[in-house]
C-alpha cells in the first residue's frame, strides 16, 4: 500500500506515541487543565522486517527509546494487547449519499474487531460535527448509530477532527492504560469549517492520538478547474500531514468499494503493536514538543520502527498546553 491506491499486499501501518496524564478536569473552567504528578509517555509502537511483515515476538530488552536524543528508561512494556479507544470520524456530507451503504457496512466491520475491554465511539459530520455514539463498548449502540446517519450538507472536516481530539484530550483515565486511535473518511476537502488546519494538527500533536486518514476518490484528475484541484491538492496534503505527524498512515482508496481493505490494514495494525512506556528525564514542564524515537537493538537489528514523531510537555504549574 502506497500513500495514493491500495494493493493487494500487507504493508505496515504507523502507531501512537500519547501522553498519559495523571489529570483532573474542571469542566466549569474555559480551558482543559490537567493537574499531573508523574507524567508517563506512551509509545505504541509497530515493527516490521525489511519486506514489511510484521515483526513478533520481541522482548523489553530489544527496544531503546530516545527524547530529543536522550536515551530514556523503559518503565513499561507489554507485547500483549493493551485495550484500545478507537473513534471513528464519517463524512456525512450530501456527496457521500450514493456511498454511505457501503461506507456504513465496511465501519461496521471495522468496529466489529473491538474485543473486551475496547471502546469505540462514532462522529458524523457535513455542515456540523455531531457525536452519534460517545465512548462506549456496547456494540449494539455503535451499530444503531452507524444506521441512523442520514446525509447531508457541506464537509466541516475540521471542525469534526478538533471535536474528536478534545473528546480524547478530556478522557484521562488513570486505572489503565489505553491505545488511542482515530479513524477519519471523507470524499473531499473542508468547506464549512471555522476551525483552521493549523489549529487541528497542533491539537493532534498534543492529543497522542493516531490519526488514520482515508481520502475516498481523493485525486485530481484533468477535468477540475485549477482552483478545484489546488483544494484538492492541499485536502491530501493535510491528510497526510495529519497522519504523519500523529504517527498513522493517509490511505487514498479511489472507490469504496475498496474500504473493507484498508480497514483491515488499520485493524491489521492495531493487533501487532507493542506498548512501552517512560517517565522522562526532563522534569522540565516547558509546553516543549519533545522528539522521540524508537530503536530496536541486540539480536532484533535491522527491523523497522514506527512512531509518532514526538510529544508536547505540559506547561509551568502542571498546566497543559491543551485547551478547549
Known amino acids: 500500500m502506497n500513500g495514493h491506491r491500495i494493493r493487494r499486499s500487507v504493508v505496515p501501518l504507523v502507531v501512537t506515541i500519547a501522553p498519559l496524564i495523571s ?40 527496544f531503546a527509546v530516545l527524547e530529543n536524543g536522550v536515551p530514556q528508561d523503559l518503565e513499561f512494556f507489554s507485547a500483549a494487547t493493551v485495550p484500545l479507544d478507537l473513534a471513528v470520524l464519517l463524512d456525512t456530507s450530501a456527496s457521500m449519499t450514493s456511498q454511505m451503504p457501503i461506507v456504513q457496512s465496511a465501519a461496521q466491520e471495522l468496529l466489529g474487531t473491538l474485543r473486551g ?75 464549512a469549517s471555522r476551525v483552521a488546519f493549523d489549529d487541528v494538527l497542533a491539537l493532534a500533536r498534543r492529543a497522542g492520538v493516531s490519526i488514520y486518514t482515508v481520502s ?61 512506556g517512560y517517565v522522562p528525564k526532563n522534569p522540565h514542564a516547558d509546553g516543549t514538543f519533545r522528539r522521540v524515537a524508537v530503536q530496536v537493538v541486540g539480536s532484533a537489528r535491522g527491523v523497522r520502527t514506527r512512531t509518532r514523531s514526538g510529544y508536547m510537555a505540559r506547561c509551568d504549574a502542571g498546566r497543559s498546553t491543551m485547551t478547549r
Do not use: C, W
Open 23 to 62: 489529570a483532573s478536569v474542571d469542566a466549569n473552567r474555559p480551558s482543559t487543565i490537567f493537574r499531573s504528578g508523574v507524567d508517563i509517555v506512551h509509545l505504541s509502537v509497530v515493527v516490521t522486517d525489511q519486506e514489511g511483515r510484521f515483526a513478533t515476538g520481541l522482548e523489553r530488552s530489544h
Open 117 to 191: 475491554g475496547d471502546r469505540g465511539m462514532i462522529i458524523g459530520f457535513n455542515t456540523m460535527a455531531q457525536i452519534l455514539a460517545p465512548f462506549t463498548g456496547d456494540m449494539g449502540r455503535l451499530k444503531a448509530a452507524l444506521q441512523a446517519v442520514e446525509t447531508n450538507g457541506d464537509t466541516a472536516l475540521h471542525t469534526a477532527l478538533y471535536v474528536a481530539l478534545q473528546t480524547f484530550g478530556v478522557r484521562n483515565d488513570t486505572a489503565d492504560i489505553r491505545r488511542r486511535a482515530l479513524m477519519v473518511l471523507s470524499d473531499g476537502d473542508d468547506t
Open 216 to 276: 475516498l476518490g481523493s485525486h485530481p484528475h484533468h477535468a477540475m478547474f485549477p482552483n478545484q484541484r489546488r483544494r484538492r491538492e492541499q485536502a491530501d496534503f493535510e491528510m497526510r500531514a495529519l497522519a504523519r505527524e500523529s504517527g498513522a498512515r493517509a490511505f487514498f482508496p479511489e472507490h469504496a468499494s475498496e474500504l473493507r481493505d484498508v480497514y483491515r490494514h488499520i485493524v491489521d495494525d492495531l493487533a501487532h503493536q507493542y506498548v512501552l
